[in-house]
């Protein structure tokens, strides 16, 4: 639930502002991904980011071409009514957040799907896109997670 500055009572509007301008003062701006990334240094995967413009003028912007041109294909099956519900970057919790016995926080575990949709007979199909590299050993025991937890087995393009 967020909270609009605008419902704050003046005071607490002044305080809210004065702290932003002293968390940007401190860090500077933003930087984007392509300001991180060196220009001469290939991505980590090899992979080559892309977008695409949605019929709505939205830009949606993938990691690889590979997940691009999946997107383009689910477009065309949904347009064709062969899917249905089409989402992309869907979270899943696999465990929630807990406190342990000595008072330490422990972080949730999720895994975020690069496609769900459902097929005409309204299974859910959870699709990730993988090639060799990005099987990494955290994605591996997501996958197995989800099936034990939610029963749901990940279709990797």
Do not use: C, W
Request: net charge positive.
């Amino acid at each position: 639930m967020a909270i609009s500055l605008s419902d704050l009572p003046p005071k607490y509007q002044q305080q809210a502002m004065e702290k932003y301008r002293k968390q940007q003062t401190r860090r500077g701006p933003m930087p984007s991904a392509a300001d991180v990334q060196d220009p001469g240094k290939p991505m980590k995967y090899r992979n080559n980011p892309t977008e695409r413009v949605t019929s709505s003028g939205a830009v949606i912007r993938f990691d690889s071409q590979k997940e691009a041109r999946r997107y383009d294909h689910l477009i065309l099956r949904q347009q064709a009514g062969e899917i249905r519900d089409l989402r992309l970057q869907v979270d899943f919790t696999l465990q929630e957040a807990y406190t342990d016995q000595e008072g330490r926080r422990i972080r949730a575990i999720r895994y975020r799907a690069d496609f769900t949709y459902r097929e005409r007979d309204g299974r859910l199909v959870v699709e990730d896109v993988k090639s060799r590299p990005t099987r990494t050993r955290e994605y591996l025991i997501k996958r197995k997670l989800m099936k034990e937890q939610r029963g749901i087995d990940i279709t990797e393009v």
